[in-house]
Nanobody, 119 residues
Framework: QVQLVESGGGSVEAGRSLRLSCAAS????????MGWFRQAPGKEREFVAA????????YNADSVKGRFTISRDNAKNTVYLQMNSLKPEDTAVYYC????????????WGQGTQVTVSS
């Protein structure tokens, strides 16, 4: 079992930045690919970004390319999402997720952290 706890959410004005953190515990963090997802009110949860267990490969949704950066520190068991040039449409609950390197889906989820961007 992997426990994931997000932090760093908040309310900011458009154009500003936030950095989300997700601290993992319970298993060997470096065995897991990690991802960030978000869910806005009335919408389905959507993929934001992911990073492989080695940290060498990252993926980003088109909507956040050039603005958001995912990274990880395996020594600290933490994955980050640096969010720059925030837009009101980035408002959502952001979830951290973990996928074992042998798995085909993200099986572990955090409780989420709210990000609100005002215009």
């Amino acid at each position: 079992q992997v426990q994931l706890v997000e932090s760093g959410g908040g309310s900011v004005e458009a154009g500003r930045s936030l950095r989300l953190s997700c601290a993992a515990s319970g298993r060997t963090f470096s065995d897991y690919n990690m991802g960030w997802f978000r869910q806005a009110p009335g919408k389905e949860r959507e993929f934001v970004a992911a990073i492989t267990w080695t940290g060498r490969i990252t993926y980003n949704a088109d909507s956040v390319k050039g603005r958001f950066t995912i990274s990880r520190d395996n020594a600290k068991n933490t994955v980050y999402l640096q969010m720059n040039s925030l837009k009101p449409e980035d408002t959502a609950v952001y979830y951290c997720a973990g996928q074992h390197m042998t798995a085909t889906r993200f099986d572990y989820w955090g409780q989420g952290t709210q990000v609100t961007v005002s215009s």
